[in-house]
């Protein structure tokens, strides 16, 4: 049977090198499950895979969108559902006969992780929650801005007091798109979380990598430093116009963007770069340990993962 091989972890932990030398040994492609590398505009904050790293091994889902187009973890769930079929030979039910020729004659793929919602979406399915259209998300956007956020928190408690009951009431992203998905269907937002886990027509092998909490702290500390040293303060002044994009709702930019408001010193940013990696870095941690199907190994044993590999993926 194929198998998947997921291999996840925290940011900074050192996934694109292991993710190299895995597929080179397998002669296989990398599947990004990185949300924020995939778009072209922002690979220096994002830590994209360098033109070195993607000549050595074809990646999918780097550099191929744009900060302005919408995409969500239910739409990268069907396009690796369907890159997989490609790669296998083997179509999605109902689509026989589909398919151009088949990419790769190996039995596994391999995806790295990346974010965590991303990697689910893949593995256990995300709920078929409906495209929200452009001019109903400008519109929410809009209320967002005139009206504030507690204005459609009231709104949201009005249309669907479950979720309402549950969300995180501070995160307008979320309360956001429920309404969203709300205007969008006519329906509430609850209806369509199931969170019923979907079957897969392939294996799935979790790889997690570690280091140790110190070495790793050290590692993002250095990587921040080098963001720097490759260019990401220019990135993010050419990226400061569209601030208020969801894209770049994320670390490195909104620190970097309260610099250049003078909110704080560019030395104050950097630290705090370093410091809400570092977090995020936890926050990765605490989620992939709750996930019991994750076998860990030490970031450099890629030795070791390979053999387990061979091992697992032959059953």
Same mark, same amino acid.
């Given at each position: 049977?194929?198998?998947?091989?997921?291999?996840?972890?925290?940011?900074?932990?050192?996934?694109?090198?292991?993710?190299?030398?895995?597929?080179?040994?397998?002669?296989?492609?990398?599947?990004?499950?990185?949300?924020?590398? @995939?778009? *072209?505009?922002? %690979?220096?904050?994002? #830590?994209?895979?360098?033109? /070195?790293?993607?000549? +050595? $091994?074809? !990646?999918?889902?780097?550099?191929?969108?744009?900060?302005?187009?919408?995409?969500?973890?239910?739409?990268?769930?069907?396009?690796?559902?369907?890159?997989?079929?490609?790669?296998?030979?083997?179509?999605?039910?109902?689509?026989?006969?589909?398919?151009?020729?088949?990419?790769?004659?190996?039995?596994?793929?391999?995806?790295?992780?990346?974010?965590?919602?991303?990697?689910?979406?893949?593995?256990?399915?995300?709920?078929?929650?409906?495209?929200?259209?452009?001019?109903?998300?400008?519109?929410?956007?809009?209320?967002?801005?005139?009206?504030?956020?507690?204005?459609?928190?009231?709104? @949201?408690? *009005?249309?669907? %007091?479950?979720?309402? #009951?549950?969300?995180?009431? /501070?995160?307008?992203? +979320? $309360?956001? !798109?429920?309404?969203?998905?709300?205007?969008?269907?006519?329906?509430?937002?609850?209806?369509?979380?199931?969170?019923?886990?979907?079957?897969?027509?392939?294996?799935?092998?979790?790889?997690?990598?570690?280091?140790?909490?110190?070495?790793?702290?050290?590692?993002?500390?250095?990587?921040?430093?080098?963001?720097?040293?490759?260019?990401?303060?220019?990135?993010?002044?050419?990226?400061?116009?569209?601030?208020?994009?969801?894209?770049?709702?994320?670390?490195?930019?909104?620190?970097?963007?309260?610099?250049?408001?003078?909110?704080?010193?560019?030395?104050?940013?950097?630290?705090?770069?370093?410091?809400?990696?570092?977090?995020?870095?936890?926050?990765?941690?605490?989620?992939?340990?709750?996930?019991?199907?994750? !076998?860990?190994?030490?970031?450099?044993?890629?030795?070791?993962?390979?053999?387990?590999?061979?091992?697992?993926?032959?059953?």
């Amino acid at each position: 049977m194929n198998t998947l091989i997921v291999i996840l972890g925290p940011t900074g932990v050192g996934k694109t090198e292991a993710c190299l030398r895995v597929a080179e040994f397998f002669h296989v492609p990398v599947i990004n499950a990185d949300s924020r590398q @995939l778009y *072209r505009e922002i %690979p220096v904050g994002t #830590a994209a895979p360098t033109q /070195q790293q993607l000549a +050595r $091994v074809k !990646h999918y889902f780097v550099g191929t969108h744009s900060i302005f187009d919408y995409y969500s973890a239910s739409m990268f769930e069907q396009d690796v559902l369907q890159l997989l079929a490609v790669l296998w030979g083997t179509p999605p039910q109902g689509q026989e006969g589909c398919l151009p020729e088949q990419e790769s004659s190996s039995r596994i793929a391999l995806m790295s992780g990346g974010s965590m919602m991303y990697v689910d979406a893949v593995c256990n399915g995300i709920d078929d929650i409906p495209t929200v259209d452009d001019d109903i998300r400008i519109k929410m956007k809009q209320r967002l801005a005139d009206e504030g956020l507690e204005s459609l928190c009231q709104e @949201l408690q *009005r249309l669907d %007091p479950e979720y309402y #009951a549950i969300v995180d009431r /501070q995160n307008y992203r +979320r $309360v956001v !798109h429920a309404l969203e998905i709300i205007h969008q269907s006519g329906q509430t937002y609850t209806s369509f979380r199931t969170n019923k886990k979907k079957e897969r027509p392939f294996n799935i092998l979790k790889i997690g990598l570690n280091r140790p909490r110190e070495e790793l702290y050290e590692r993002i500390n250095h990587r921040v430093d080098q963001m720097i040293a490759d260019g990401l303060v220019e990135e993010a002044r050419r990226m400061y116009p569209h601030r208020t994009n969801n894209a770049l709702n994320t670390v490195g930019y909104k620190e970097l963007f309260n610099a250049f408001d003078g909110i704080w010193t560019m030395e104050e940013a950097v630290e705090r770069i370093k410091g809400n990696t570092r977090r995020y870095c936890r926050k990765q941690l605490t989620w992939y340990k709750r996930d019991a199907a994750i !076998h860990w190994f030490e970031a450099d044993a890629t030795d070791d993962i390979i053999r387990f590999i061979r091992s697992s993926a032959a059953h």
